[in-house]
Structure formats: C-alpha cells, structure tokens
C-alpha cells in the first residue's frame, strides 16, 4: 500500500498546485494577448497582400478547390468585364474558358492541388460580354494547415504576344517562300560548319536530301583547300560579327558564284549561326569578260586610229580619254593631257564655247574649220567631226580632229591656182574679145569694102554692056547677087564676131536685137522685159552678160524643146540681174554638173571672173531658169549674198 502523504506534504502540494493554477492562468492569458496580437499581424498581412495584387498589372485571382472565385483584383475585373458582385455570387473560373479548354483547366486545376508544378498554361478566355482572349495562367496552390484549400494565380493577356507570333510565322513563312523560290544557294551553318538550313537549291546542287542534310558538316561536300578556306571565312565572321562577300567558282563545274556570308546573332549581340547566299554569276562573268574583250578590241582600234580623238566631260569640259594620235599631235603625255579641259586646246575660245552649246542641242555634227593650239603654243587648223553620247547618266562630247594644215595648204594653192586661171581665163575672154572685134573691123575694113566695090564695078559694068548681049546680062546679074550674097555673109560674120549694135547702142538694146533674132530664126516665141535702162555701161560686164543670153538661148534651141521663152535684165542692189526662163522639158542636175558641158562651164566661167553668182535650176516637165547677177564693182558681192539667200528663202 502506498505511503499516505503527511498533512506537511500535502499543504507543500496544494502551494504547488495553486502557484501551478497561477501560471496557467498568466499564460493563458498571454496566449490569449498573442492570438490578438497575431490575429491583427495576419489580417495585416492579408490586407497588404490584396493592396498589392491591386495595383500589379496583371490579373490576380483565387479559387477554391471547386472553381469558384474567392478573389480578383482590380486588372482582373478591368479584363474579364466582371464586378466583384460576380464574384460574390459564387462566379465559377471554368465559365470564363471556351468549351473547348474546360476540360483541360479541370485536369490542370487537379495536378496542381496535388503539387505539381506545371509552370504557366495557354487557354483562350471568355470576357463577359463574350469576346476571347488568349492568355496564359501561372497558379499555385493555398495551403493551409498542410491542405491544399483552393488556388492562387496570375493571369497574362498573352494577346500581344500571339499577334508577334503569328506576325513572326508569317515573316518566317515568307521568307522561306522567298528562300526556296530564289535560285541562290542559302545555307545556315554553326560555328562548327555543320547545316542548320539549306534550301532545295542548295540541296539540290550538293546532292542531299531534305531529311539528310541536318547537322551533317559543310567539310564533307566540298574539297579540301575550299573547304579549308570557307571554314576560315566562317570563323572570321564569328570573330568579328561582320558580312564577307568574295567571289568563287563551283567546285563541280564551271559556275560562278558570288558569296555573301552574314552573321545571325542572338538576343546578347553575339554571332549564333552564319548564313551562306551564293548567287550564279556565270552569265555576268561572260558578259564582264564580253565587255573586257570589246574595251580592248576598242582600245586597240581607238589607239590605232590614225585620226586624233578626243572625249571630255560635256559639264566640267574635262578630258576623260584621247587616243595616241592626239597625243602625238598635241605633244602631251597621256597624264598632261587628261589634266586638260577642252578650252586649253582651243585658239578660239568664243567659237568654241557656241559649238558646244549648240552640240549639246543636237544642232552640229561637223566643224569644217577650227583653230587648236599645242603644247608648245603653236596654232594650227583643223576639221572635227563630233557627238553626244550618254553613259550611267552622264553626257560626254567627243570629236575626230583631223589635222587640215597640209589640205588648207593646198587649198590655198588651188585657190590661188584657180585664181591664176580665172586670170588667165580672163585674159583669153577678153583677148578673144578683142580679136572679135579686130577681125570683125577688118572683114568690114578689108573684105566688106572689096565686096561693095565689086558689086559697084559689076553695076557700072552692067550699065555698058549691050543690051543685046543677053548672057553676059546674065552673068552680071548672077556675080552682082552672089556679090550681095558674100556682103550678107560678111555682116553675118561680123554680128556674129561682136553685134556692133552692142558697142552703139548699148546692152539693152544688144539683148532686144538678139532676142528678136532667136524669134525669127527658131519661130520659138522669146518676150525678153528690161525693167531699167538707166545703168551706166560696162564694156566687160555688159559682153558678159550679152555672151550669157546667147549661149542661154543656144541651150534652149538645142535641149529644150521649149515653145516659149521670157528673159529679164534688171538692177538689183550693186549689180545687174539677167533671168532666162523657158518651158521646156527642164534640166537635171546631172546635165548641170556633167563635166563636158561646155557651154554652162562658160556661164559659170564669165559670171565668176566677173565676182558675180550663177544659179540653174531645172523642174522636169517644166523648164529651166538661169539666174546670173554681176556686181557693178566687186566689192558689193556681200550684198547681193546676202539679199540672193533672202530671196531663195521666200521663194
């Protein structure tokens, strides 16, 4: 049996107990203070969460383990068009998700409570007014007291987000159209040249497939000094960050490429992934060495070009290319002469100026006479063939210069040749003149007066012979007219050697005679106006003149077939005008210059000694007209020029 304790013990365990009570009771009420106190710190806590998740951007909510919504802040309800009276009205989360994800969010809400970490999951969401979004939901777990309670989770438009991605398929989408459909060969390779891309070209032209290409490596189609070479280039450009482009030649065959290697580069700036675009060239290549073969061809022919050539700049008039000869004619190096402009050749630098103006216009191709200068200053003449041509949208002149010192020479000496001539011609005109007029005295002198003394003595013969002798009657009648005959003849001859009604009367007059003459002879009716009778004579121009109308109207007895015939002789500025027109069959430029016409050479010969002009024009069918105008002194032929040119273009 147990001891019983003493009265002592008891009093001793009953101090303890009421001390123990004491402390129970302080405790307790310490509890009690620190649930308070603890009480206020979690609904602080809670408070300060929610202020929180109200101003976070994003949509904020919890559910509990059946769906139903326990919170959202204020994003939530600004996206989803709920109010927090939706929410207190027990909203169920699986509402706002199309049907088609329902199922899903179910299964995901499961292994979630059930500790599983899923990270963040795309659904499309419903708003209240029915509109979808996409978004992407990251939700964990409420644990209390070691139970799950419900979920909290955070919701992101991921719409802009989705409209990149698609935007993204797109471009990618696009290019890959672009890549595929171009005939380059496009590759992407890493750093350690094995293939990320290649497009059906590339695949094609190396003999791979599409689903055996992948990581295989660049070294493995391709010789090795190439490939040896691409590989160097490869690294480069991951080194460096920076595009190569070079030119290179198929392995397989003859086909030229151009290659642009780029650099892809990450999110950091640096080099992930080179791509490879080789371009054929072949065609290109044939064409640049065309090119290379017509530049020498013509550089060959340019240089070989006995003729100098010049081209220049048509805005600064700067030298841009000369061939040998101009250098050799100019006396510059090739070095000189392309720090030249077009002025410093030039002796004539106004001349020179308008020439280019109106080349630029398109209204020169020839310049007959030019004046240049060399390098040592001296001055020569020249002849230059020019033209426009047009290069990538610049213009340049250039001109065949063609030295004419030894042509203006020798043009210089057949003119003064020529002009000896026409002296010499001259001279002869005149001297037949005056043996015309010599000869024609002395058969009036000389035969004329035996004649007109015979025909006196066979008169006065006549008179005493007997009447009955019949015959000799008849022979003096037959020797007084053969007499009259011979003394026609010899007037004849004498007209015929110079009209003396030219030297008496004067030019008009010699023309009406001559005029009236033709008539009678030829019945071709010939009307000949002088429209001024009052000019002073001129023994030189008016023989000329009147030896032009005979051998005019001798054209037209002989070629014409002319039925009529109209002359004009009229003073015009410092000269005399005389027009031959007639209606016949009209001559042809190949009879006017036909070297055996003598007769026009004559015209043309008399007009010219005399400093005059000459014009014959033929219309077929028509007639010809003969124009021929004489200076009364020859320094007044300016003005018939230019009065002659202002008629030609009325006409």
């Known amino acids: 049996m147990p001891k019983k304790p003493t009265y002592k013990e008891l009093e001793q365990r009953i101090q303890e107990l009421a001390q123990t009570e004491s402390e129970l009771k302080t405790a307790k009420k310490a509890l009690r203070e620190c649930r308070k106190k603890y009480k206020g710190i979690v609904e602080n806590i809670e408070n300060g969460y929610y202020g929180v998740a109200n ?22 309800y600004e996206v989803s068009g709920y109010t927090p009276e939706d929410i207190n009205k027990r909203l169920n989360a699986f509402q706002m998700f199309i049907p088609e994800d329902r199922e899903r969010a179910k299964q995901n809400l499961q292994r979630v409570l059930s500790g599983e970490k899923l990270g963040g999951n795309e659904y499309t969401a419903v708003k209240k007014d029915g509109n979808t979004f996409p978004v992407m939901i990251y939700a964990a777990p409420i644990i209390c007291e070691k139970k799950p309670i419900g979920l909290r989770g955070i919701v992101v438009d991921i719409t ?33 040249g094995r293939y990320l891309f290649a497009n059906k070209k590339y695949l094609s032209k190396h003999g791979l497939g599409a689903d055996n290409y992948a990581a295989r490596n660049y070294q493995e189609f391709h010789a090795d000094e190439r490939a040896k070479l691409f590989m160097e280039q490869l690294n480069q450009i991951f080194e460096t960050g920076k595009s190569i482009i070079y030119q290179h030649k198929g392995c397989h065959d003859n086909t030229h490429y151009i290659r642009t290697m780029s650099p892809i580069k990450g999110a950091d700036g640096k080099t992930i992934a080179v791509t490879s675009i080789s371009k054929d060239i072949t065609a290109l290549v044939h064409v640049e060495d065309a090119l290379r073969e017509n530049e020498e061809k013509y550089r060959r022919l340019f240089n070989a070009c006995s003729v100098a050539v010049i081209i220049f700049d048509a805005e600064t008039l700067q030298f841009v290319d000369v061939n040998d000869a101009a250098l050799s004619l100019y006396g510059y190096t090739k070095e000189e002469f392309l720090k030249l402009r077009q002025p410093d050749i030039t002796a004539e630098p106004e001349q020179s100026e308008d020439s280019i103006i109106k080349l630029l216009s398109g209204k020169l191709g020839t310049i007959s006479v030019r004046y240049h200068k060399k390098k040592d200053g001296s001055i020569f003449p020249v002849e230059i063939s020019t033209g426009l041509l047009t290069l990538r949208e610049r213009r340049f002149l250039f001109g065949f210069i063609n030295d004419i010192t030894e042509r203006k020479q020798s043009e210089e000496s057949l003119r003064a040749s020529r002009e000896q001539l026409r002296n010499l011609s001259a001279h002869l005109q005149s001297a037949r003149e005056q043996e015309r007029i010599k000869i024609a005295r002395e058969v009036h002198d000389d035969l004329g007066q035996a004649l007109t003394a015979l025909k006196m003595d066979i008169f006065w013969l006549k008179k005493r012979l007997p009447k009955e002798k019949k015959q000799l009657q008849e022979k003096t009648e037959f020797m007084a007219k053969a007499v009259d005959m011979g003394i026609q003849t010899v007037k004849k001859i004498i007209t015929d050697l110079r009209p003396g009604i030219l030297d008496v009367l004067g030019l008009g007059a010699a023309l009406e005679w001559q005029a009236e003459e033709f008539q009678k002879r030829t019945g071709v ?16 121009r008016d023989t000329a003149l009147f030896r032009i109308f005979q051998e005019a109207l001798t054209n037209i007895t002989q070629h014409a077939d002319a039925t009529a015939v109209t002359a004009r002789l009229r003073k015009t500025g410092a000269g005399l005008e005389l027009t031959v027109r007639d209606n016949g069959k009209g001559i042809t430029q190949e009879q006017i210059s036909k070297p055996g016409s003598f007769g026009l050479s004559g015209v043309r010969e008399r007009t010219h000694i005399l400093g005059g002009k000459v014009e014959i024009k033929g219309v077929p069918g028509k007639g010809t007209t003969i124009t021929v105008w004489i200076p009364t002194e020859k320094a007044n032929m300016d003005i018939y020029d230019v009065k002659h040119q202002a008629k030609k273009v009325s006409e």
């Open 525 to 540: 009716k010939c009307k000949l106006r002088i429209d001024s009778k009052g000019f002073a004579p001129d023994p030189e």
């Open 55 to 76: 101003l976070l951007p994003q949509a904020v909510f919890e559910i509990d383990l059946r769906g139903n919504f326990t919170f959202a802040n204020r994003h939530g």
């Open 160 to 192: 802009e987000r989705k409209r990149t991605e698609v935007a993204l398929r797109e471009k990618e989408e696009r290019y890959r159209s672009l890549v595929e459909a171009t005939d380059d060969l496009v590759c992407t390779l890493d750093r350690n």
